[in-house]
Antibody
């Protein structure tokens, strides 16, 4: 059974860098692709980007200048870095596993990040 | 403002059928597959429909998806109290080179 668990600092000061990790169990980050999605309180979902095991990366064009995603195969985890954060980056951040054309099949429970 | 447009709310009585619509354009829904996600309060989204109308294992056949042109819909028949949730459509957008979500529809089971 594939499980994802996000973790991070919880509180970040502007304009520092937000760093999150997504620990993957029951699957290898060497397969499929891994995405980050965020959701401000009471609002909808925003796709941040995805990284394939091949190394191909797609970022939300509105966040592209501030986002970096990577895979750590030794720890079987996915990382997200978001630089120069502002209040607008306060949200619950989810990681998810996707397979091409099959959508985001497995999601982590999410981790709340407050920028203040 | 979301790229894909959904009504903010829908409602229905138990046992009824409800349809949630999702409107896009020729860059997203038109040429690409549509996905639907269900989000229960305080939980992560769950994949409900993929490739326009396919259900992952474990999703009841009360849920069905369809697509026509630049619009898509999610139909829920035999409404149950546990269907009370937020529903999001999603698709790849060729112009943005990224996945886009609808703003979400809050379904209330009366």
């Amino acid at each position: 059974q594939v499980q994802l668990q996000e973790s991070g600092p919880g509180l970040v000061k502007p304009p520092e860098t937000l760093s999150l990790t997504c620990l993957v169990s029951g699957a290898s980050v060497n397969n499929d692709y891994w995405a980050w999605i965020r959701q401000p309180a009471g609002k909808g979902l925003e796709w941040i980007g995805r990284i394939y095991s091949s190394g191909t990366i797609n970022y939300n064009i509105f966040l592209k200048s501030r986002v970096t995603m990577s895979l750590d195969t030794s720890k079987n985890q996915v990382t997200l870095n978001l630089t120069s954060v502002t209040d607008a980056d306060t949200a619950v951040y989810f990681c998810a596993r996707g397979r091409s054309l099959y959508g985001l099949e497995v999601w982590g429970p999410g981790t709340m990040v407050t920028v203040s | 403002q979301s790229v894909l447009t959904q009504p903010p709310s829908e409602s229905g009585a138990p046992g009824q059928r409800v349809t949630i619509f999702c409107s896009g354009n020729t860059s997203n829904i038109g040429p690409n597959y549509v996905y639907w996600y269900q989000q229960l309060p305080g939980t992560a989204p769950k994949l409900l429909i993929y490739k326009n109308n396919q259900r992952p294992s474990g999703v009841p056949d009360r849920f069905s998806g369809s697509k026509s042109g630049t619009s898509a819909s999610l139909a829920i028949s035999g409404l149950r109290s546990e269907d009370d949730a937020d529903y999001y459509c999603a698709a790849w957008d060729d112009s943005l080179s990224g996945r886009v979500f609808g703003g979400g529809t809050k379904l209330t089971v009366l």
